[in-house]
């Protein structure tokens, strides 16, 4: 019997958290938007032997990164120090499940993702900028970690102004290269992103 689908993974991130039966379980709900990041790294080259496990982990840690510093979409209505438990929790119940899949290049670009995250939160615009990382990593994990990349990471190490235009330009020319470019634009816009700007 198929597993779900790539376009599933929040509903089976909902279902695996209400089947644990643990102090989340009575605050999960149902997302009615799609997994658009989870659906973005599942069209990948990188992804293509296990596509609906890469949806679901991406989900799963994009919705512990949001429990943490935005609105998550599957666990609703935690009050503040369940919701960082419950958002560390989910951390790490993605890194391991990658980790299980053998893709220790990925373990470590969504480890420096979720550092990263952190990192932008305390600054002017950090949202904006932590949306234009997520959409560069998802994009990395999906199709690789290059140079490219990585001294798109250090414009954000460095605080520089035009951090989320490199990340996106970066972003904008790997997918389109690896042909993911329509996934990247819907994933974008998920967030809010203006793919051409870097910023809403």
């Known amino acids: 019997m198929a597993g779900p689908a790539p376009k599933d993974a929040l509903g089976a991130l909902a279902e ?16 009615e938007e799609a997994p658009a990041l989870g659906l973005l790294v599942s069209v990948g080259p990188r992804a293509a032997a296990a596509p609906a496990a890469y ?7 994009r919705e512990g990164y949001l429990l943490h510093y935005g609105y998550p979409r599957v666990v609703v209505g935690a009050d503040r120090d369940l919701a960082l438990l419950a958002g560390d929790y989910l951390y790490a119940r993605g890194l391991e499940r990658l980790a299980e899949l053998g893709d220790l290049e990925a373990v470590r670009e969504l480890s420096d993702l979720i550092s990263l995250s952190a990192q ?81």
């Open 16 to 31: 695996q958290l209400r089947a644990e039966d643990s102090v989340i379980s009575p605050h999960v709900r149902d997302a």
């Open 55 to 61: 949806a679901l982990l991406i989900e799963t840690i």
């Open 120 to 200: 932008v939160q305390a600054e002017a615009d950090g949202g904006r900028l932590a949306d234009a990382l997520w959409l560069a990593s998802a994009v990395a994990v999906a199709v690789g970690v290059g140079d490219e990349h990585e001294s798109a990471k250090v414009a954000v190490r460095e605080g520089r102004v035009e951090a989320p235009a490199i990340l996106c330009g970066v972003a904008r020319e790997i997918a389109s290269r690896a042909g993911i470019f329509d996934a990247l634009a819907r994933a974008a816009d998920s967030v809010g992103l203006d793919l051409s700007e870097g910023r809403a």
